[in-house]
């Protein structure tokens, strides 16, 4: 059964950073393609990037209005994913998921298992 | 910039159908787009209902069902029940590589 666990989510002020994680376990995490997404208060859901498996180049992309403040990082070694998070705002204030899944024929659906969530909270 | 557009709300009677659909504003969704179908309740992570257009997920009751109609990818409840009320959302792959979301649909069922 594939698991993922978010943590590291907690109170910080504008402009600071925070770096969230999540533990993969029932799964090969090396060959896994990794995605966060998240959710404001009373929001909807916001893709907000995925990074591809090591073997398949290792690299990730973003949400155009995300791009240049949060950077997807991964361990392997560690089966962890990491979201790190710069020049935060109040609007980055939501639940942050990491998800995965599974290739399907042409595509990889990284958005098929989701963890729990952790919430990020951006206030002064 | 893309967007993925959703119905806000419906409202669907208990042993109703009701089809809710996933477009885009520049473009036609198709099987490319690998659509995906989430349900969300208060509290909970969205759960996967369906992957790649029309595949259900393991567990989820036959009465959900995804296609393509006309331009925009759709999913259907038939025979509604109780505890589809929540929101459901919908995820398309962008030819950039990239996927967006919709707003979600907020379903109540009454």
């Known amino acids: 059964e594939v698991q993922l666990v978010e943590s590291g989510g907690g109170l910080v002020k504008p402009g600071g950073s925070l770096r969230v994680s999540c533990a993969a376990s029932?799964?090969?995490?090396?060959?896994?393609?990794m995605a966060w997404v998240r959710q404001a208060p009373g929001k909807g859901l916001e893709w907000i990037g995925r990074i591809r498996s090591e073997t398949d180049d290792g690299k990730a992309d973003y949400a155009a209005p995300l791009k240049g403040r949060f950077t997807i990082l991964r361990d392997d070694s560690k089966n962890t994913l990491y979201l790190q998070m710069n020049s935060l705002k109040t609007e980055d204030t939501a639940v942050y998921y990491c998800?995965?899944?599974?290739?399907?024929?042409?595509?990889?659906?990284?958005?098929?298992?989701w963890g729990q969530g952790t919430l990020v909270t951006v206030s002064s | 910039q893309t967007v993925v557009t959703q119905e806000p709300s419906f409202s669907v009677s208990p042993g109703g159908t009701v089809t809710l659909t996933c477009g885009l504003t520049s473009a036609s969704v198709s099987t490319s787009s690998y659509a995906s179908w989430y349900q969300q309740t208060p509290g909970q992570a969205p759960r996967t209902l369906i992957y790649?257009?029309?595949t259900r997920s393991s567990g989820v009751p036959d009465r959900f069902s995804g296609s393509i109609l006309g331009n925009k990818a759709a999913l259907t409840i038939t025979g509604a029940q109780a505890d589809d009320d929540a929101d459901y959302y919908c995820?398309?792959?962008?030819?950039?590589?990239?996927?967006?979301f919709g707003g979600g649909t907020r379903l109540t069922v009454l």
């Open positions: 790649n257009t029309n």
């Open positions: 998800t995965t899944g599974l290739k399907r024929g042409e595509y990889f659906d990284s958005l098929f298992y």
């Open positions: 995820v398309l792959y962008m030819s950039s590589g990239i996927w967006v």
């Open positions: 029932g799964l090969t995490f090396k060959n896994a393609w």
